[in-house]
């Protein structure tokens, strides 16, 4: 059978800021989905499970069935979509906020009960670092109170 190439691409415009590390994860992903694909599963089988936020952007920019749930609660509706259909293979993108906040009950829940889904959490370590946004997997840093307070 010839090597077809996989269209996983979609027309929308990004709005990613320049530089930022989403585009990494976007390529690796169209990789890891493309060789998933070539490796017998069908594209329609293949979910994306997101969040709010930039880096749960990411279903936007696949051409693949996916599914944005509410902030915090992607890991959960992961874990309906696999019960649901065990055949499906499920991926989530999500980032630290939904992860970490929102979100860690059912992480550690879903670790428990050990469903096959994939989980990718995104750190932003580009707002971090050249905006000094304050997020859950901000390592420990001192924080000068007035200066928020002022801003």
């Known amino acids: ?5 996989i269209k996983l691409d979609i027309y929308s415009k990004n709005t990613w800021c320049p530089g930022c590390s989403n585009f990494g994860i976007l390529a690796v992903l169209k990789n890891v989905i493309s060789s998933l694909i070539k490796d017998g599963v069908k ?28 902030h915090g609660r992607p890991v959960v509706s992961a874990e309906g979509i696999k019960l649901g259909n065990p055949d499906l293979k499920v991926i989530v993108c999500a980032g630290d906020g939904g992860t970490y906040n929102e979100g860690i009950s059912h992480l550690i829940h879903a670790a428990k009960r050990n469903i096959d889904i994939f989980y990718k959490e995104k750190r932003p370590v580009y707002e971090e670092a050249l905006l000094g946004k304050l997020n859950p997997s901000k390592r420990n840093r001192k924080i000068n109170l007035k200066k928020i307070i002022k801003e």
Do not use: A
């Not at 059978?1 to 190439?5: A, G």
């Not at 089988?45 to 749930?69: A, H, P």
């Open 1 to 5: 059978m010839p090597d077809k190439k």
């Open 43 to 70: 594209k329609e089988n293949i979910v994306l499970v997101s969040g709010i936020g930039c880096s749960s952007k990411i279903i936007d920019y696949i051409n693949l069935n996916s599914f944005s749930s509410l």
